[in-house]
Nanobody, 121 residues
C-alpha cells in the first residue's frame, strides 16, 4: 500500500527557512519520480518542484527557483524540500505526490496528507 507522510511545516518569519520531509512506504522511492505541490487558500493547487527517477534531474516553478531545493535520500525512502528565503506568498499546504511511475504527471495518483507552511511576521 502506497503511503506518503509529510512533515516539517510550521510558522516562520519572512526570510526564514523550513525543510519539508516526505516519508514513503509501500514502494521504493528511488525508482520513481516525486513531486511537491502546494495549495494556498482560495487558489488552485500548483506544482512546486519535482525530481526524476532516472538521473535525479529537478524542476522548479519560477516562483521558487533559486530559493527551494528538492532532494531525496533513497536509503531513508524520503524526499525533501528545503525552502529558504521564504515569502508570505509561499504560505500554503504543501503536499508530496507520486504516480509510482517513471514520469510524474500534473495530477499524480498518490498524495500525502499535506503539511501547513505559514510565512508571517
Amino acid at each position: 500500500q502506497v503511503q506518503l507522510v509529510e512533515s516539517g511545516g510550521g510558522l516562520v518569519q519572512p526570510g526564514g527557512s523550513l525543510r519539508l520531509s516526505c516519508s514513503a512506504s509501500g514502494f521504493t522511492l528511488g525508482y520513481y519520480s516525486m513531486g511537491w505541490f502546494r495549495q494556498a487558500p482560495g487558489k488552485e493547487r500548483e506544482g512546486v518542484s519535482s525530481i526524476s527517477s532516472s538521473d535525479g534531474s529537478t524542476w522548479y516553478a519560477d516562483s521558487v527557483k533559486g530559493r527551494f531545493t528538492i532532494s531525496r535520500d533513497n536509503a531513508k525512502n524520503t524526499v525533501y524540500l528545503q525552502m529558504n528565503s521564504l515569502k508570505p506568498e509561499d504560505t500554503a499546504v504543501y503536499y508530496c505526490a507520486t504516480d509510482v511511475a517513471y514520469y510524474l504527471t500534473s495530477n499524480p495518483d498518490y498524495w500525502g496528507q499535506g503539511t501547513q507552511v505559514t510565512v508571517s511576521s
